[in-house]
């Protein structure tokens, strides 16, 4: 752990929700290392509400043992429910006094707004999943603004996401869903892998029986594991055409939780 004096800025921790997974955990440390790379001397340090170890609260924890007095906290979570109304505070108590520590909002809609950098990088993932990028343009390097999944004949998009009983959490997802039909020009519908319907191969039959014949599928999630394999297999079953990965690491997210780093600390 590096001392504070050392430090360009308030460390940052990441917290991820965690899961049985590895792959998951492997994502969340890559978008560790990309956010680092966007704020030189400044530590960002993964941790993860269970079942992958350190915990938050050990993380912060160690943080103050190495002479840091204030953190930012960054919940890697798409909506503001259950683990951030109640999870993200009790591991910050768990903390101990001490340590001022700053939590961000969630990287999806606040205050009703959609960011930009969340809809660019669901784009670009359609766009890789579709093979999709005007004539001369790299998918892999592309600006999402210019890698739509429109291009390669997508008409209809469901936004899949791992589900909630929070109604306000839905209605986020929603707006995220509506922001993407309309930044694409197709339309977008809602499905979830558990907690609420429908799912994901009952919105992609819908849609294929109103009329679509090219339905995609944009991943709401932020790493793989067994919802986004079963989100995948679902889909294909369903005739999707395509179905996009989870954001992981790509420079839209590591500037989104940028972002929200920036507007705390300030």
Do not use: N
Request: hydrophobic share 50%; proline share 8%; aromatic share 2%.
């Amino acid at each position: 752990m590096r001392p504070a004096h050392l430090t360009a800025g308030p460390p940052v921790v990441l917290v991820a929700h965690g899961s049985r997974d590895p792959r998951a955990a492997e994502a969340t440390r890559a978008l560790a290392r990309a956010v680092a790379a966007t704020c030189p001397g400044r530590p960002v340090l993964p941790s993860w509400l269970d079942h992958t170890d350190p915990g938050p609260a050990e993380v912060l924890r160690q943080l103050a043992a190495a002479g840091h007095s204030r953190v930012v906290l960054v919940p890697l979570l798409l909506t503001a429910a259950y683990h951030r109304k109640v999870d993200i505070p009790a591991a910050v108590a768990a903390a101990g006094a001490g340590l001022d520590v700053r939590v961000t909002e969630v990287l999806g809609p606040t205050g009703g707004v959609v960011d930009a950098r969340l809809l660019a990088g669901l784009r670009r993932r359609l766009a890789e999943a579709a093979g999709a990028a005007p004539a001369g343009v790299d998918v892999a390097g592309a600006d999402a603004d210019v890698a739509g999944a429109d291009a390669a004949g997508v008409d209809a998009v469901v936004l899949a996401a791992a589900g909630t009983r929070d109604p306000a959490a839905r209605s986020s997802v929603g707006r995220v869903a509506a922001a993407l039909g309309t930044g694409l020009g197709v339309p977008c519908r809602v499905s979830y892998a558990s907690a609420a319907p429908p799912e994901v191969g009952d919105a992609v039959a819908r849609l294929r029986a109103a009329g679509a014949r090219r339905v995609a599928v944009a991943a709401y999630f932020l790493a793989p594991g067994r919802f986004h394999d079963g989100v995948r297999a679902s889909a294909r079953s369903a005739g999707a055409v395509a179905v996009a990965d989870p954001l992981t690491d790509l420079p839209e997210l590591a500037d989104l939780v940028r972002g929200r780093v920036d507007a705390a600390a300030g």
